[in-house]
């Protein structure tokens, strides 16, 4: 093995990364007998945060010809999502939304996800190398990958294209100096998994993610994702700011930050905090170009918003099927051009997404979402959006969501 290892090797892709966004292209890469290398630095299953899946993620997740392991893991199913805040709530039942197409998905954990996915892909045929980290790259003549293996050894692949999935570590972008300071600013989540102990007694849906804001502060806020197995994740998002005036010891700071919020005070009273606090901090992230004629940026190797509508995974996926759709075409022959058949269309959705967070932190996307009495036909496009159809070109919160968005804002005020 370290011997071949050792030696420069060829394929046509390789990937970066075997995440999401890194599986689901390698799944519809294998699937028209590209050869595909995916280069992944962990062993799995390893953590990740981001465990609330959306609706329009299934679609390609069965495009990749993954949907039956998904179905058969016995995942928590998710069907909506609830607001809340200070007593209000608002309820979206994905059912109920403006776009054609499924209405339901799962709340996962990632480990667990991201393991099925990549062995399925294994299975199909792509070779995934684990414990390999890619460490250097040049683009010369075709692209060369400097990747270092389990044992330490340096060795290169040649390949006529690569993508980047290597999420928050962002290899390319930092690699081959494409970063650029993201619009949102720095915020700092504190999360973890608990033994729930919510009470089956009809006052809480499993089925639905929950959101809720600080009583005090519309910029601090909260998610409780139900899993299947009694356990939930739970987090908080603020300024550092903010928490400054919090324990500096994490578990302190959630639990303190938790008892704050009136219904998850309520629904975490016998909750165990056993398990390792985890932190993200200034995650929100961009690139000055997501493509270039040898390479691609996927998912949050490309551009991260915030964590606000669980829209990361399903951006990844899109974001994976378009590169995986333009270097089929490439590979059959046809000219491509990455601008226009890669990063146009896959900024659509992220653009919709991304003023509905910019709503969010502003406050007037809030009002917006627990708005009494809301008009049905504004609700399901709205809802559309938060159930990942942000590419629906039928969708006017799709077309142009700032005007849109600004619109209900002026009529939500008033
Ligand atoms: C606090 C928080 C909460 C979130 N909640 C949600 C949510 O509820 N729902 C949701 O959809 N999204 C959520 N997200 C976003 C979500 O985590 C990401 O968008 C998603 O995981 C991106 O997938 P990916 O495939 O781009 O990257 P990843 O899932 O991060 O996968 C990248 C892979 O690349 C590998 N890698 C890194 N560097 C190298 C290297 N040099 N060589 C080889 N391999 C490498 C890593 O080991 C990793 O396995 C959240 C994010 C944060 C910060």
């Known amino acids: 093995m370290d011997n071949i290892l050792l030696t420069k090797q060829q394929t046509q892709v390789v990937i970066i990364g075997a995440g999401p966004s890194g599986a689901i292209a390698a799944a519809l890469l294998q699937q028209k007998n590209i050869d595909v290398v995916v280069i992944?630095?962990?062993?799995?299953?390893?953590?990740?945060?981001?465990?609330?899946?959306?609706?329009?993620?299934?679609?390609?997740?069965?495009?990749?010809?993954?949907?039956?392991?998904?179905?058969?893991?016995?995942?928590?199913?998710?069907?909506?999502a609830l607001f809340h805040k200070a007593g209000r709530f608002s309820e979206f039942d994905f059912s109920n939304k403006f776009t054609e197409g499924g209405s339901t998905t799962y709340q996962v954990q990632r480990g667990k996800f991201d393991k099925i996915l990549a062995d399925e892909v294994q299975k199909q045929g792509a070779e995934i190398r684990y414990?390999?980290?890619?460490?250097?790259?040049?683009?010369?003549?075709?692209v060369l990958l400097s990747i270092i293996n389990e044992a330490g050894k340096e060795y290169q692949i040649e390949a006529d294209f690569v993508l980047d999935a290597s999420g928050s570590a962002r290899v390319l972008p930092r690699l081959l100096d494409l970063e650029e300071p993201s619009s949102f600013i720095p915020r700092k989540s504190i999360f973890t998994h608990v033994k729930d102990n919510i009470l089956n007694d009809g006052h809480f849906d499993r089925d639905k993610i929950?959101?809720?804001i600080h009583p005090d502060d519309h910029e601090v806020w909260y998610w409780l994702i139900p899993f299947s197995n009694g356990t939930c994740s739970v987090g908080v998002v603020a300024k550092e700011s903010f928490l400054v005036n919090y324990s500096s010891d994490n578990k302190l700071a959630l639990q303190q930050l938790i008892n704050e919020e009136g219904e998850l005070n309520r629904l975490l009273k016998n909750a165990n905090y056993t398990n390792e606090i985890g932190e993200a901090l200034g995650y929100s992230a961009k690139a000055q170009k997501l493509c270039d004629e040898k390479f691609a940026l996927l998912g949050n190797a490309g551009e991260?918003?915030?964590?606000?509508?669980?829209?990361?995974?399903?951006?990844?996926m899109k974001s994976a099927e378009l590169?995986?759709?333009?270097?089929?075409r490439k590979f059959s022959g046809e000219t491509v051009n990455w601008r226009d058949d890669y990063e146009k269309p896959l900024m659509v959705g992220v653009d919709a997404f991304r003023c509905c967070v910019e709503g969010w932190y502003s406050g007037a996307f809030q009002d917006v979402i627990l708005y009494p009495n809301p008009s049905k036909k504004i609700k399901e496009m709205i809802c559309s959006i938060l159930a990942g159809y942000a590419w629906d070109g039928k969708n006017p919160f799709v077309i142009a969501p700032s005007r849109h968005l600004n619109n209900v804002f002026e009529l939500c005020k008033s």
């Open 323 to 328: 590169a995986a759709d333009t270097l089929i």
């Open 40 to 80: 992944e630095k962990s062993l799995f299953p390893r953590f990740s945060i981001g465990e609330s899946l959306l609706p329009a993620c299934m679609e390609i997740i069965k495009k990749a010809n993954l949907l039956d392991v998904v179905d058969k893991a016995s995942f928590q199913l998710k069907n909506g």
């Open 304 to 316: 991260f918003l915030d964590p606000v509508f669980s829209s990361g995974v399903t951006i990844a």
């Open 210 to 212: 929950l959101i809720a």
């Open 131 to 142: 414990q390999h980290k890619l460490i250097d790259i040049n683009f010369d003549y075709k």
